[in-house]
């Protein structure tokens, strides 16, 4: 889970009430480990993210970054 939304809730739009499609642009800092092939080709095998942040989320459906916000996220019934 993104470190912006508590596992308790869920981003939501006031704007259009879309609960499920948004972009989101974050920053993150991390240490890879980068396995090359003798060819020179690589690929990673190991990441450890060490700070993230999200920058800014915008709704997919209406395009509104200014009227995103956290609500309850539906549990199940006991």
């Known amino acids: 889970m993104s470190p912006a939304i508590p596992d308790d809730q869920r981003w939501r739009c006031a704007g259009c009430g879309?609960?499920?499609?948004?972009?989101?642009?974050?920053?993150?800092r991390t240490t890879e480990?980068?396995?090359f092939d003798l060819?020179?080709?690589?690929r990673?095998?190991?990441t450890d993210v060490h700070g993230?942040?999200?920058d800014q989320?915008?709704?997919?459906w209406c395009g509104r970054?200014?009227?995103i916000e956290l609500v309850p996220?539906?549990?199940?019934?006991?």
Do not use: I, K, M, Y
């Open 18 to 28: 879309n609960l499920t499609r948004f972009d989101v642009t974050r920053t993150q």
């Open 33 to 35: 480990f980068w396995h």
């Open 39 to 42: 060819a020179g080709e690589h």
């Open 44 to 46: 990673v095998e190991e």
């Open 52 to 54: 993230e942040s999200v």
């Open 57 to 60: 989320v915008t709704c997919r």
């Open 65 to 67: 970054s200014d009227a």
């Open 73 to 78: 996220r539906h549990q199940p019934a006991p």
